[in-house]
């Protein structure tokens, strides 16, 4: 049994992630399901590094992570939009990002990329033909 307030356990999945807020676990079919959310309070402008904290809106990005007691794990992330207060800043609106778990406009998580990227690179592309 997985208890969603058990730290050290998430330590041992997620190493290098901090800031996330598990919602719930789940096991759907053959697959881990976990719904999180980042909780640091503001996020700074990829644009121009003005610290933001008004949150313009919220929405579900679904990432892959890697395989999980022999079972795929899918997240649910929570992620919001804030709104850039620098009136310079040609950048309105920017999307959250959790530092070593997630990257812009990626399904799977940095982790799961790296594991991917190690087995073509020791198969030689073998395996994809």
Do not use: K
């Not at 330590?11 to 053959?30: H, K, R, S, T, Y």
């Not at 399904?107 to 395996?127: E, F, H």
């Amino acid at each position: 049994m997985v208890f969603v307030g058990d730290e050290q356990f998430w330590d041992l999945v997620w190493p290098d992630v901090e800031g996330l807020v598990i919602d719930a676990v789940g096991v759907v079919g053959d697959a881990v399901r976990i719904d999180l959310h980042a909780r640091q309070p503001a996020v700074a402008c990829p644009s121009c590094g003005v610290t933001a904290s008004r949150v313009h809106s919220t929405y579900m990005r679904r990432l892959a992570d890697r395989p999980l007691g022999g079972r795929r794990v899918l997240l649910r992330l929570r992620v919001r939009r804030f709104f850039c207060d620098n009136g310079l800043c040609s950048r309105r609106t920017m999307a959250e990002q959790v530092p070593s778990l997630t990257a812009r406009y990626r399904r799977r998580t940095t982790a799961l990329a790296r594991m991917v990227q190690a087995i073509g690179l020791a198969v030689g592309g073998r395996a994809g033909t």
